[in-house]
């Protein structure tokens, strides 16, 4: 004999989503308070690494920019004094600066427009990995049935898991235009089904009557009743 739904005290032959639909903002709420800090340090540790790739690939287009630079003066330079034997004329070297500003203004362009994939590539060196299914916490979780939950610390302290790879230069000493490509994520196994069905379409019974409010010890908002 199947229980009447937990929320809306439904009998279980109208089928309704109400458990469904609550179990989805259990999972969410479980997934703020145990997952966001990991994001976070993820996410910090991704910015500073790409900033830091985005700021040394800046640093090798302006040295080469700034050395073509120098050889561009030497030659106005040789060809002023070999013609004229004098320096070059200040508008040569007004229009030589200019030239470069344009260019290191290019450079840093050319630079941020590549955080993208730079973002991804260190994103895929980031492995976060699920127990085995025949794990002891996972097989025999320490929550008592009896005695009511017990909230279980984070199974894994410190930071996120990062993949030490190579260094990102390694494969870029002369700067293409793609970064290496990240790994595929794991394939995980399906679970077992479960009593609690995915939520379905709003389309209810014609006897299906308006739920009363859950009791308070419900972990369900009372919105998902209705």
Known sequence: MDPDCAICHAPATLACDCEAKGLEVAVRQAESRMMQSIYNDIRSWVRAHAQDYILEYFRLLTERRKAAHSAHLERITAHAYHFYHAPPHPNEIAAAQ??????????????????????????????????????????????????????????????????????????DRDMPGMLPRGRTPPVLEPLRERRTPAPRDRRQS???????????????PHSYGM
């Open 98 to 171: 200019a030239q470069l500003k344009r260019g290191i203004d290019e450079d840093w362009q050319a630079s941020v427009q590549r955080y993208p994939e730079v973002l991804e590539y260190f994103y895929s060196l980031v492995e976060l990995t699920l127990p085995d299914d025949n794990e002891q916490a996972v097989k025999d979780p320490p929550l008592s049935a009896l005695n009511g939950s017990r909230k279980a610390g984070r199974r894994v302290g410190g930071p996120p898991t990062v993949v030490s790879g190579p260094s990102i230069m390694t494969h």
């Open 206 to 220: 014609q006897q299906y009557r308006p739920p009363p409010p859950p009791p308070p010890t419900s972990y369900f």
